[in-house]
């Protein structure tokens, strides 16, 4: 019994990675206040960029920062034109996805069907051996363990550091912040950018470990799911991680039922993770006062320091 | 003043254009007008840049209803999608009928299954107040997953050699040739029809103010008594049932039959058209045009100068940045201001 449920947590924890990358920096954009629905296009050119990177140095240690790059490169567009020019939130990053899935098919049109060498593993020495515990949690992909990290880092940043208490309160109440001399764009600038790159390293992790491939469209709506999951998780991070292992595992059932026999079409299982993002969705958004109380106040509305 | 933008933005994304074409080490004279002229050069080129406006000018009017109440239904592909499955069904029901009447039922049964669609997420909006924009596009993903399934099992054409496709239709379920010699059909007097009632209800009905007072101030619209659920039913009702003809326009016209794809992306370019239109019936007739135009020109860039058929996406994602740029020196009056800094102080407590 555990020997076949050690590698489905594997698989798993694999499937949750890029979720917990893009969630978790769409979550530190929203909480100052700005809602960039552009995840699945910045994905998918911090995917792509990290692709052409890594197969023209033949190292994942050039994909990453690329990606990551890329992701903050495509948010400086919308930071841009939210955040300079005052456009509106929705329809910007309703544009940032659609020029994301167009540039990265454009640009990754040569790369189609191009292999990458399969990407290393931190296999710690002996501590890998030990059962159970030792494919799941010491011989996991660099990038699982850097997504850790992450949540540890955004965690100790939004709620134990000065920072990142005046970045909830710009979220919160923008002309206060700014009343108290409080440089409410910049701040909003970084967040943005941050969530950005952060969607490219979610991209990059697709392309580069997850698949490891080029394909159009590749992220499939993981963008959206991310922007899901934020809601989800009412926008504390401890409650992402949980959404995105959930998620995971929601996604590779199709391998699960199929290793089970469990004859359902294969469209079905596909279809699951959508269904379920909606099913969260409901359960999490009717209850009112929780959204009210977690949700930041200023959340998709425009500030402008003269206003 | 603000009809200015779109075309500021049509001029910067075709400047963009020619950036991009003389980067790839083109001749961006010849590039251009492969890509916006040769195309529409000829009477058929013509009845093709008609053809694909369609169904972007019908979902652009429709989802423009919700859009001016701010109801964001970016859902219209998969509700295309369901229209394109329940016209099929009747289309494969009823296939060796010669009825005149299988035609309308379909569009009927398209517009019936956008609107359902499109109805889940404006229940769950109103009943339990889930976002609509995160519901409509999963259930794009599901919609495809679902036209996957029967193309490939149930619908499949038993004499397709294992092709994921249905039989053809019969010639009762397509729409009528409107010009010989071309594929422009009679599915764009659908188009021409919902321009005009679009312009009547945003110009002319109570209920179409009520929800552009919905769009512009919410507290006003909540003061005034006007029913907040009721414009969210209304937008993204539109949205479903012009995305649904958009659906029974391509299976039972250019396409006649049910495939695996049935919308070249047409549900989310029909968004952009709807924003470049300025949500208005005449803005996005042009509109449609255009972005009707990059396609074609996507297309042509294709086969005649071997780049990718992406660069329409590339394009569209463009002329709306342009677009939401060029809005803001239209909206606003810029002035620079210099030497304002305050410090942050700090607070005893």
């Known amino acids: 019994m555990i020997d076949s449920i050690v590698p489905i947590l594997v698989v798993t924890l694999g499937a949750g990675t890029p979720l917990i990358f893009a969630a978790l920096g769409e979550l ?34 050039w994909g990453v920062p690329a990606g990551f790059l890329a992701g903050a490169g495509m948010a400086l567009i919308f930071a841009f034109l939210t955040l300079t020019l005052q456009a509106n939130q929705v329809a910007a990053g309703l544009a940032l996805s659609i020029f994301g899935a167009g540039l990265s098919a454009f640009v990754g049109k040569a790369y189609v069907g191009v292999a990458l060498q399969s990407a290393p593993r931190l296999d710690s020495p002996l501590l890998s051996e030990i059962p159970v515990i030792g494919p799941l949690l010491f011989s996991l992909h660099p990038l699982v363990y850097l997504s850790w990290l992450l949540f540890a880092a ?76 934020v809601v989800f998780a009412s926008w504390r991070p401890a409650r992402v991680m949980v959404g995105a292992y959930l998620f ?8 699960f039922a199929q290793g089970a026999g469990i004859g359902f079409a294969s469209q079905v299982m596909s279809a699951l993770p959508y269904l379920a993002t909606i099913v969260v969705l409901v359960l999490i958004s009717r209850n009112l006062a929780m959204i009210r109380l977690n949700a930041p106040v200023s959340l998709g509305k425009q500030f402008h320091p003269d206003a | 003043m603000s009809y200015a933008s779109p075309f500021i933005a049509a001029t910067f994304t075709i400047m963009t254009g020619f950036l991009l074409f003389s980067a790839l080490g083109m001749d961006p004279l010849v590039a251009f007008y492969t890509f916006f002229l040769a195309p529409i050069n000829s009477l058929n080129g013509l009845a093709e840049l008609f053809l694909k406006a369609s169904p972007l000018v019908l979902i652009a009017l429709g989802l423009a209803a919700g859009f001016r109440a701010n109801v964001w239904n970016i859902g219209a592909e998969g509700q295309l999608t369901i229209g394109a499955i329940a016209c099929s069904g009747l289309a494969l029901h009823y296939y060796s009928s010669e009825s005149h009447l299988l035609l309308p039922m379909m569009i009927v049964a398209g517009a019936l299954g956008g609107i359902a669609w499109a ?18 596009l999963m259930l794009t993903y599901v919609a495809q997953l679902l036209l996957s399934y029967l193309v490939h099992d149930p619908w499949r054409d038993p004499q397709g050699f294992n092709f994921p496709q249905s039989q053809l239709f019969p010639d009762a379920a397509l729409f009528p040739i409107l010009v010989e010699g071309t594929r422009l059909n009679a599915s764009v007097l659908m188009s021409l029809a919902a321009i005009a009632a679009g312009w009547v209800f945003i110009n002319k009905s109570f209920l179409g103010y009520q929800m552009r007072v ?7 619209a909540r003061y005034a008594g006007f029913s907040a659920k009721r414009t969210i039913w209304i937008g993204m009702l539109a949205g479903g049932a012009a995305a649904g003809l958009a659906g029974v326009g391509e299976v039972a016209g250019p396409l006649g039959q049910l495939l695996p794809t049935v919308s070249p992306g047409y549900g989310f370019a029909a968004i952009i058209v709807a924003f470049v239109g300025r949500l208005d019936p005449v803005g996005i007739l042009l509109a449609g045009l255009l972005m009707s135009l990059l396609y074609l020109g996507g297309d042509a860039a294709q086969i005649g100068m071997n780049l990718p058929a992406a660069v329409s996406g590339l394009f569209q994602g463009t002329l709306l940045f342009f677009l939401l740029g060029a809005d803001v020196f239209i909206t606003y009056r810029i002035r620079v201001i210099r030497g304002v800094r305050t410090q942050p102080q700090e607070i005893a407590v």
């Open chain 1, 154 to 229: 955004v965690g100790w940043f939004l709620y134990k550091s000065r920072p990142g208490l005046v970045l909830r309160a710009v979220g919160e109440s923008p002309a206060s912040a700014h009343a108290i001399g409080y440089p409410v764009i910049p701040i909003r600038y970084f967040a943005t950018l941050f969530g950005g790159a952060m969607s490219g390293v979610a991209g990059a992790y697709l392309s580069l470990v997850y698949a490891p491939l080029w394909l159009e469209g590749m992220t499939a709506g993981r963008g959206w799911i991310a922007l899901g999951l």
């Open chain 2, 119 to 136: 109805a889940i997420p404006a229940l769950l909006r109103t009943r339990f107040n889930a976002n609509e924009i995160l519901v409509s």
């Open chain 1, 28 to 61: 530190v954009t929203e909480k100052s206040g700005v809602l960039n629905l552009g995840v699945e296009g910045m994905m998918l050119v911090g995917a792509i960029v990290a692709f052409i990177a890594t197969s023209a140095s033949g190292s994942l240690w």
């Open chain 2, 214 to 220: 919905a769009g512009l101030a919410e507290g006003a």
């Open chain 1, 248 to 255: 995971g595992g929601i996604t590779i059932t199709q391998l």
